[in-house]
């Protein structure tokens, strides 16, 4: 008979292999935007930092611009990634689920490490880069720096997509599958030009995983919006047309957009924050 301290060992080790088995199974759109979403974010974001730091990222948007999906292509090969890429909200409990604690250490202890990465991790990601960012800068090493700064960019962007916030991640529990994609992918790549962005100006975020959360909570309250939006332009239609998206557009823009200004208001305000946290250094212009 097993000890409890071995039972519990077992059971853990089995809960990891959930939780790895999830992260295989997830429908393969789930995840942050598409291409040409991400580069919205971080071209935009460029523009609400301030003088002092925007040479150095406009010597460097070419570089940003192309890595920013780095973790998006990481997991074609190593699928475990996707962990770091989504936080299922309704696993704990209701809105504004208060349950989850927004330390890590609180929140393993509560739940276990198993529990947490089956469903997401996306939060405690943002304030791992945003401190890695910080130490690459106070440290000089600007090589680092760039790519830490594009690999944020792409987890702040993924925090503010609502698909990213619920375990409904594509759709497909509702009778919706494909949403992510028609909502987060087709209708920028469609509909971009038309798009009024406004991102404000960057400002130092005090606790960056804290504020990581606010951004997933206020992604996760559009949700029920865009599955009724989806529906409805979907109706009397035999398939995804372009009156379709046309309709979806007209129903669905102003939040796609606001999400989009969102992200590149934190985007920007998060390489501020690592930039003062790290004592203001002087920025290479290259």
Same mark, same amino acid.
């Not at 077992?10 to 598409?34: D, I, K, N, R, Y």
């Not at 002092?52 to 890595?67: G, S, V």
């Not at 990581?212 to 865009?226: D, P, Y």
């Given at each position: 008979?097993?000890?409890?301290?071995?039972?519990?060992?077992?059971?853990?080790?089995?809960?990891?292999?959930?939780?790895?088995?999830?992260?295989?199974?997830?429908?393969?759109?789930?995840?942050?935007?598409?291409?040409?979403?991400?580069?919205?974010?971080?071209? $935009?974001?460029?523009?609400?930092?301030?003088?002092?730091? *925007?040479?150095?990222? &406009? #010597? @460097?948007?070419?570089?940003?611009? /192309?890595?920013?999906?780095?973790?998006?292509?990481?997991?074609?090969?190593?699928?475990?990634?996707?962990?770091?890429?989504?936080?299922?909200?309704?696993?704990?409990?209701?809105?504004?689920?208060?349950?989850?604690?927004? $330390?890590?250490?609180?929140?393993?202890?509560?739940?276990? *490490?198993?529990?947490? &990465? #089956? @469903?997401?991790?996306?939060?405690? /990601?943002?304030?791992?880069?945003?401190?890695?960012?910080?130490?690459?800068?106070?440290?000089?090493?600007?090589?680092?720096?760039?790519?830490?700064?594009?690999?944020?960019?792409?987890?702040?962007?993924?925090?503010?997509?609502?698909?990213?916030?619920?375990?409904?991640?594509?759709?497909?529990?509702?009778?919706? #599958?494909?949403?992510?994609?028609?909502?987060?992918?087709?209708?920028?790549?469609?509909?971009?030009?038309?798009?009024?962005?406004?991102?404000?100006?960057?400002?130092?975020?005090?606790?960056?995983?804290?504020?990581?959360?606010?951004?997933?909570?206020?992604?996760?309250?559009?949700?029920?919006?865009?599955?009724?939006?989806?529906?409805?332009?979907?109706?009397?239609?035999?398939?995804?047309?372009?009156?379709?998206?046309?309709?979806?557009?007209?129903?669905?823009?102003?939040?796609?957009?606001?999400?989009?200004?969102?992200?590149?208001?934190?985007?920007?305000?998060?390489?501020?924050?690592?930039?003062?946290?790290?004592?203001?250094?002087?920025?290479?212009?290259?």
């Amino acid at each position: 008979m097993l000890r409890p301290a071995d039972r519990r060992a077992s059971w853990e080790l089995t809960a990891l292999a959930a939780a790895v088995l999830l992260s295989l199974l997830l429908p393969a759109g789930a995840s942050a935007w598409g291409e040409k979403g991400n580069k919205l974010i971080v071209s $935009s974001a460029l523009g609400t930092l301030p003088q002092e730091m *925007r040479p150095f990222f &406009e #010597a @460097n948007r070419d570089f940003l611009l /192309q890595h920013v999906t780095g973790p998006k292509e990481t997991v074609a090969k190593n699928p475990a990634e996707r962990k770091n890429q989504f936080l299922f909200l309704e696993r704990y409990g209701r809105f504004p689920f208060d349950s989850l604690p927004r $330390s890590y250490k609180a929140a393993v202890a509560k739940f276990s *490490r198993a529990k947490l &990465e #089956a @469903n997401g991790l996306l939060p405690w /990601q943002i304030g791992v880069y945003s401190e890695k960012l910080t130490n690459a800068m106070r440290a000089g090493k600007w090589d680092e720096a760039r790519e830490n700064a594009a690999l944020l960019a792409y987890y702040v962007g993924a925090a503010h997509d609502p698909f990213n916030t619920t375990d409904n991640q594509d759709g497909q529990l509702s009778g919706q #599958a494909g949403l992510s994609l028609r909502f987060g992918t087709n209708l920028i790549e469609r509909y971009a030009s038309f798009f009024p962005l406004r991102p404000n100006d960057a400002i130092f975020v005090n606790e960056p995983t804290e504020q990581a959360f606010e951004a997933c909570l206020s992604a996760h309250s559009w949700l029920e919006t865009i599955l009724l939006a989806d529906r409805n332009s979907r109706r009397g239609l035999p398939s995804y047309t372009d009156e379709y998206y046309d309709r979806f557009f007209n129903q669905a823009a102003a939040i796609l957009i606001r999400q989009i200004s969102d992200s590149a208001t934190d985007v920007g305000s998060y390489w501020y924050t690592a930039w003062v946290n790290a004592g203001k250094p002087a920025l290479p212009q290259h």
